[in-house]
């Protein structure tokens, strides 16, 4: 069973800094494009950033310079260093793990909550 676990999300003040992490479990991890992507009430979930199985990154223009992802194939946990925080950047984070070989294998996690406010 797959399961794809975050934490880390909370409330922070504007200019402040989170580190979120997923752990994931029953995925062979260091194959797998992990991301994290967030999602607004009303909102499509969108991308914030990815790294792929051989460390590239892609993040979105919004968050460039402030968001960093990583990844430590040995804890099969991905991680993003959320720093300068918004008010903006308020929304459910999730974590994602993709694979693709035939088929796509895709996977979420159950999100956490980061709040940006004073």
């Known amino acids: 069973q797959v399961q794809l676990v975050e934490s880390g999300g909370g409330l922070v003040q504007p200019g402040g800094s989170l580190r979120l992490s997923c752990a994931a479990s029953g995925i062979n991890f260091s194959l797998y494009t992990m991301g994290w992507y967030r999602q607004v009430p009303g909102n499509e979930r969108e991308l914030v950033v990815s790294?792929?199985?051989?460390?590239?990154?892609n993040s979105a223009d919004s968050v460039k310079g402030r968001f960093t992802i990583s990844r430590d194939n040995a804890k099969n946990t991905v991680y993003l260093q959320m720093n300068s925080l918004k008010p903006e950047d308020t929304a459910v984070y999730y974590c994602?793990?993709?694979?693709?070989?035939?088929?796509?294998?895709?996977?979420w996690g159950q999100g956490t909550q980061v709040t940006v406010s004073s």
């Open positions: 790294i792929t199985s051989s460390g590239s990154k």
């Open positions: 994602n793990a993709r694979f693709r070989r035939s088929i796509e294998y895709i996977y």
